[in-house]
């Protein structure tokens, strides 16, 4: 377990500069490492908090880290009990202790001791929203992690009223043998007999050479609650939409049918689309009818609006969903493999008529394959240190770097892999997602957490990027670049739990401010030296105007990481005039514009605005008048402008045409 101890402790520390909140660092990478085996983990947002005991009546209280639903309806929270030497003993009762804390905290919220805190503590912050929403709030679970072993710890489920509450230990011993299991999630089995009552009676279609099964079906309200309920989000990791919770117009009406018009519901709503893995029958099989009794790996590809808001309509109203039935059809490979494309086009176009951007927010989507693929093929320049080449190792799965480098042979071929592979070069998903949406000049969306975030990220991903090739990997490891340095220079000036905000806000405003004008060659080719003094002082600059930007909301805000996530927050940011005085020796400014001009004349006007082309690229995707090539070019066009590079005569004329036709049929970039 050193090798693994080792990776916690050096993560520990790059996330813990920042104000030397270790027990929230450690946290925090415990979720990291846990949430790629239980999707039913959202988020986590530091939360540093602590009482020690005798300061008041209500005893001593902690928390590191918080979660909250979009609906309100689950509170998870997060707290860290450390030990000075890992794998140090600790009691059930140490760890019933911490528990408790943590659950204090909860209590101290729900009175609004969020008054008694300034607005700049983050504490603050978690202690308002569970306030505002503590009438929402039908679960709370608290997760106990621990760097000592604690075998015999025990924690269960408890009710307070109508709120479940479900304490969870992980200590260093379980979180090792979990990752080291191949970082492979349990599956998900629904048990329709042992755990639903009953086998679900079904219409099988198997054509023998299709290669797969369809089950159709239907499911009651009340099973599909009950599912839910066990399984989370982990039933809709390959669905594209994800649950966009009761504030919508379809999730206000489903809610609606469900509690006016129950009887109806199954004639009102379209029905779900389900892949599994296998399915287990019970009984005979006779002219097609069958009765499942269990399923393996379930996904909502199309429905999960349904499921969400069946579950959320029975937790609110306290509805015992009676007439409500849903009807499914349900598709399984014959040979029991789960084929990411097929699975992929299953959900692409199951959800082909909703007007949401379709993509797979799975760790198999084709995007972070190829990224992927790029990072192990592709390695950095030679530098003049004598430093021997290596790779930026991209983690599509968490885990991915410490299993790679366990697979080596000896220790001699792990020591040779690790120089190859240094792990402060590797990357996750979410750090890619985050690095991406920042360079887009959305900092008010990576405010908002690592997991919103990415969604968002994967529903513009295939827009923004048509092509993923060499150049594109390199200028997203130089954005990384730029997004470490960054979080490196905050870390150093204690802003407390603001260090993700304001990281990302500085760092949309220098793009912003250098828009086609960041020299990313220079980034890759000399990779973390390349940021010079002057940047790193223009970096603290940005770093400080951002920190007090985001201290001062307007009137009648009080909330500050809500001001955040606020698209006003940023809008009101990016118009300030602040003086950084770079150069394109620092990597921002015409350094390479001669090499970039010598390759064509650059567009001009608004057609030089590379927003303006994204904007067409949408407006014309689902137009007859535009063909595949023309779409094409016009995402070409998109990332040409972005990168200031000049166009070919024909190119050109082309350009102005496409633009000059989309202006004919109405097309008007907004501004």
């Known amino acids: 377990m050193d090798g693994f101890d080792d990776e916690v402790r050096r993560r520990r520390h790059d996330i813990s500069e920042d104000a030397g909140f270790l027990q929230v660092a450690m946290a925090q990478q415990f979720f990291e490492y846990l949430k790629d085996t239980d999707s039913g983990l959202n988020d986590f947002i530091p939360c540093p908090f602590h009482i020690p005991l005798g300061v008041d009546s209500r005893g001593q209280t902690s928390l590191h880290g918080y979660s909250m ?189 469900i509690k006016d018009e129950p009887d109806n519901f199954l004639a009102y709503n379209n029905g779900m689309s389900l892949t599994a893995k296998s399915v287990e029958c019970v009984g005979d099989i006779v002219n097609g009818q069958c009765r499942i009794g269990k399923v393996t790996e379930l996904q909502i590809v199309n429905g999960a609006q349904t499921s969400g808001s069946i579950f959320h309509a029975r937790q609110k109203e306290r509805n015992l969903l009676r007439g409500v039935w849903v009807q499914f059809k349900l598709t399984v490979p014959d040979d029991g493999q789960s084929d990411p494309q097929f699975y992929s086009n299953i959900s692409k176009y199951a959800n082909s008529q909703n007007k949401v951007k379709i993509t797979d927010l799975s760790a198999n989507h084709p995007f972070h394959q190829k990224i992927e693929k790029l990072s192990r093929a592709i390695v950095t320049p030679n530098r003049n240190d004598g430093t021997s080449l290596s790779h930026w190792f991209y983690e599509r799965a968490r885990g991915a770097y410490l299993i790679d480098k366990g697979n080596q042979p000896s220790n001699p071929a792990r020591t040779a892999w690790e120089k190859s592979n240094p792990k402060a070069q590797s990357f996750t998903k979410v750090d890619l997602a985050k690095s991406e949406v920042i360079a887009w000049g959305q900092p008010h969306i990576v405010s908002r957490g690592g997991e919103k975030n990415f969604s968002m990220f994967m529903l513009e991903v295939e827009d923004r990027y048509p092509e993923i090739n060499d150049k594109l990997y390199k200028d997203m490891v130089s954005r990384l670049i730029l997004f470490r340095s960054m979080e490196k220079i905050v870390a150093g000036l204690g802003q407390g739990g603001y260090r993700a905000n304001v990281v990302a806000y500085s760092l949309s405003y220098l793009y912003l401010k250098y828009d086609g004008r960041v020299d990313y060659p220079l980034f890759w080719s000399k990779q973390f030296d390349s940021i010079s003094d002057r940047l790193k002082e223009a970096l603290e600059t940005l770093a400080k105007e951002a920190y007090a930007h985001i201290m001062s909301p307007p009137d009648g805000i009080s909330n500050l990481s809500e001001w955040a996530k606020k698209k006003e927050c940023w809008e009101s940011f990016n118009v300030k005039t602040i003086d950084l005085q770079l150069t394109g020796e620092d990597g921002f400014g015409e350094r390479h514009q001669a090499a970039r001009l010598a390759q064509g004349t650059p567009l001009s006007g608004e057609l030089a605005v590379a927003k303006n082309w994204i904007q067409l690229a949408v407006w014309s995707k689902d137009r007859d008048d535009y063909n595949r090539r023309e779409r094409a070019f016009v995402k070409f066009l998109a990332q040409t402008v972005t990168s200031r590079s000049g166009l070919k005569p024909l190119q050109l004329k082309w350009a102005k045409d496409i633009w000059a036709k989309a202006a004919r049929a109405g097309f008007t970039p907004k501004p």
Request: charged share 25%.
């Open 69 to 257: 639903d979009e609906d309100s309806s689950r509170l998870d929270l997060f707290v860290f009990h450390q030990v000075a030497v890992t794998g140090t003993a600790v009691t059930p009762q140490e760890i019933r202790s911490s528990r408790d804390q943590a659950y204090r905290f909860y209590k101290r919220a729900i009175d609004g001791y969020h008054d008694k805190l300034e607005e700049a503590n983050e504490a603050h912050s978690a202690m308002a929203q569970i306030f505002e929403a503590q009438e929402d709030i039908s679960s709370i679970r608290i997760f106990v992690f621990t760097n000592g072993e604690s075998p015999r710890a025990k924690l269960g489920a408890e009710k307070e009223g109508d709120i479940t509450i479900e304490s969870t230990p992980w200590d260093i011993d379980r979180l090792y043998k979990q990752f080291t299991s191949g970082g492979e999630r349990e599956e998900i089995v629904v048990d329709f007999v042992n755990d639903h009552g009953a086998p679900v009676s079904a219409l099988l279609c198997d054509s023998g050479v299709s290669g797969y099964k369809c089950y159709v079906g239907f499911l009651s309200g009340h099973t599909i609650a009950e599912m839910y309920a066990r399984h989370s989000s982990r039933l809709i990791e390959q669905n594209v939409r994800m649950f966009l919770q009761a504030r919508g117009s379809v999730n206000s009406g489903i809610q609606k049918t």
